[in-house]
């Protein structure tokens, strides 16, 4: 019986039967659509991805927040009572400040809880990236490893976690600040469709600029083919913003040019979908370097 709890955030997109195979606790994250509050969990209880992407096509916007500290001791203090220690896999400082914000609540739990263990890893992934990152940690916690081995596995190797991902409308991405005002108009007007990355200090980086939405799907699928390591044997993660026949296509080229045997897809969350977009493609894979 292992003797800690692995948790994570809803922004790793794990599917509701992953986050039960894998024994995981994750916290929801809140978002508001039209002043509307609503959690973010795996099981889609308050909203589904396909309803919220359906509102934000309908012009809708939704805004996020992040994980607040007493929230964050309260998901975790039960198993502090418990008797077990804490691993957790946190969403990317470099897209949030959640994992500031657990940090300082961990150092209130350590005081409250003096004789438990409580592991904080910033992965610097975000969406199924992160996801896999837990999955790999998860895995790692029923081959029998315990909390300083898996935490220095996942320190060791999240910056081989590759992103690759497109967006279906630029516009999203500007109201971000990702992209101007000016260059979502033409990337719009001449079907450009960016393809970008999460880079190794966890933020969010346009690399390519291609026509055509076919294109950009391809080309998420040749970074793989450029820098996975041993991809055969690797299991792949694939997320997208209501886009499951898109999803399916990349899932189709990863099996047929690399022999890729293990793949999981599951809807990007609202938190991520909030800044992404419908129509978001995501590849994550283990790859030499991030880039």
Request: a negative charge.
């Amino acid at each position: 019986m292992s003797n800690y709890k692995i948790i994570t955030d809803s922004t790793s997109d794990l599917t509701a039967q992953l986050v039960e195979e894998l024994e995981l606790h994750v916290i929801p994250m809140h978002f508001t659509v039209d002043g509307k509050d609503y959690l973010n969990t795996p099981d889609e209880k308050y909203l589904s991805a396909h309803d919220f992407y359906e509102m934000l096509r309908a012009g809708k916007t939704s805004t996020t927040a992040q994980i607040n500290g007493e929230v964050f001791k309260d998901e975790v203090r039960p198993y502090l009572q418990q008797g077990l220690d804490i691993l957790y896999l946190g969403f990317s400082s470099g897209l949030s400040s959640t994992f500031s914000s657990v940090r300082l609540a961990a150092e209130d739990l350590k005081d409250e809880f003096p004789d438990r263990k409580i592991v904080l890893v910033d992965t610097l992934a975000a969406s199924m990236g992160e996801g896999l990152i837990v999955w790999h940690a998860a895995t790692r916690r029923k081959q029998g490893m315990n909390i300083d081995e898996v935490a220095a596995w996942v320190e060791e190797n999240k910056l081989h976690l590759a992103h690759w991902f497109t967006v279906d409308d630029l516009n999203h991405l500007k109201r971000g600040g990702r992209v101007s005002g000016a260059a979502a108009f033409v990337g719009t007007m001449l079907n450009i469709k960016p393809v970008l990355h999460v880079d190794d200090e966890g933020h969010l980086i346009p690399v390519d600029k291609v026509r055509g939405r076919r294109k950009s799907l391809e080309e998420l699928v040749a970074h793989m083919e450029k820098t996975a390591i041993e991809p055969a044997k690797q299991t792949v993660f694939i997320s997208h913003g209501d886009a499951p026949e898109d999803a399916k296509y990349v899932e189709k080229l990863v099996r047929e040019r690399m022999g890729v045997q293990t793949v999981y897809l599951n809807s990007i969350g609202p938190v991520i979908g909030s800044h992404s977009g419908p129509g978001t493609v995501a590849l994550f894979f283990l790859a030499k370097k991030r880039l």
